[in-house]
């Protein structure tokens, strides 16, 4: 059987290709309104109905919020951060809680076998940020470093796939973080999983630095499974 020539992209699957490359770029931000109907037909010299294919492709991947009489928003920068948004919505605490247990493990087990020098003292001043935060009770400040924390030794890990994974997965895996914030007896400066698991990446030992991070992820499931509702 012989195989079907090869076809040229159609018109809207160029025009969606455009627009998503805005999207990904942080040209249009998540939660920004992008341009007009009218602006981008004039921009990308499209016809309507080909642009409107576009953007619901688009919001059908996640990607794009169209709301009747108000606008179209940016609601995630990939089709994966698109659908971690949906299947977060119907999740709960414990569940992402877990997922980001799996993956942090990983990654510090990653990251103390590949971590150089640099990574790891840029790991150390966004620690130093963490702890001084906590104690200056800054929440927004304390939030981003521990993000950052993180996200930057998914980095370290050396895998890029693994690090795009975990930050296509930053707005739920930060409301994990800052969920327990004014929550009685939440530690937010324990060392477990943030000093204690640098200390392990600094010594190179995979062992060690995965059973800090998965021992910091336990605790939490520990302490949310005992708080009250």
Same mark, same amino acid.
């Given at each position: 059987?012989?195989?079907?020539?090869?076809?040229?992209?159609?018109?809207?699957?160029?025009? &969606?290709?455009?627009?998503?490359?805005? &999207?990904?770029?942080?040209?249009?931000?998540?939660?920004?309104? &992008?341009?007009?109907?009218?602006?981008?037909?004039?921009?990308?010299?499209?016809?309507?109905?080909?642009? =409107?294919?576009?953007?619901?492709?688009?919001?059908?991947?996640?990607?794009?919020?169209?709301?009747?009489? @108000?606008?179209?928003?940016?609601?995630?920068?990939?089709?994966?951060?698109?659908?971690?948004?949906?299947?977060?919505?119907?999740? $709960?605490?414990?569940?992402?809680?877990?997922? =980001?247990?799996?993956?942090?493990?990983?990654?510090?087990?990653?990251?103390?076998?590949?971590?150089?020098?640099?990574?790891?003292?840029?790991?150390? @001043?966004?620690?130093?940020?963490?702890?001084?935060?906590?104690?200056?009770?800054?929440?927004?400040?304390?939030?981003?470093? @521990?993000?950052?924390?993180?996200?930057?030794?998914?980095?370290?890990?050396?895998?890029?796939?693994?690090?795009?994974?975990?930050?296509?997965?930053?707005? +739920?895996?930060?409301?994990?973080?800052?969920?327990?914030?004014?929550? +009685?007896?939440?530690? $937010?400066?324990? +060392?477990?999983?943030?000093?204690?698991?640098?200390?392990?990446?600094?010594?190179?030992?995979?062992?060690?630095?995965?059973?800090?991070?998965?021992?910091? &992820?336990?605790?939490?499931?520990?302490?949310?499974? @005992?708080?009250?509702?």
């Amino acid at each position: 059987m012989s195989l079907e020539p090869v076809r040229r992209p159609s018109l809207s699957a160029e025009v &969606i290709g455009r627009l998503r490359h805005r &999207i990904a770029s942080g040209d249009w931000p998540v939660g920004a309104r &992008i341009p007009t109907e009218s602006e981008l037909m004039e921009q990308l010299q499209v016809a309507r109905g080909t642009l =409107r294919e576009a953007v619901r492709a688009l919001a059908h991947a996640g990607l794009l919020d169209v709301r009747q009489g @108000d606008g179209t928003y940016v609601r995630a920068t990939s089709e994966l951060s698109g659908a971690v948004k949906r299947l977060y919505g119907d999740s $709960g605490q414990e569940h992402l809680l877990e997922v =980001r247990q799996a993956l942090d493990v990983q990654a510090a087990r990653l990251a103390a076998a590949r971590a150089d020098d640099a990574a790891l003292d840029a790991l150390a @001043d966004i620690l130093a940020r963490r702890a001084a935060a906590w104690d200056a009770r800054d929440f927004e400040t304390w939030v981003a470093a @521990d993000w950052d924390f993180h996200a930057g030794v998914a980095d370290a890990a050396g895998n890029p796939l693994l690090s795009e994974l975990y930050r296509n997965l930053a707005a +739920p895996l930060r409301a994990s973080m800052a969920a327990f914030w004014d929550s +009685p007896g939440f530690a $937010g400066a324990a +060392p477990a999983g943030h000093e204690d698991l640098l200390a392990a990446l600094r010594a190179h030992d995979p062992s060690k630095a995965a059973s800090q991070a998965g021992a910091n &992820i336990t605790e939490t499931l520990a302490w949310h499974t @005992d708080s009250p509702a």
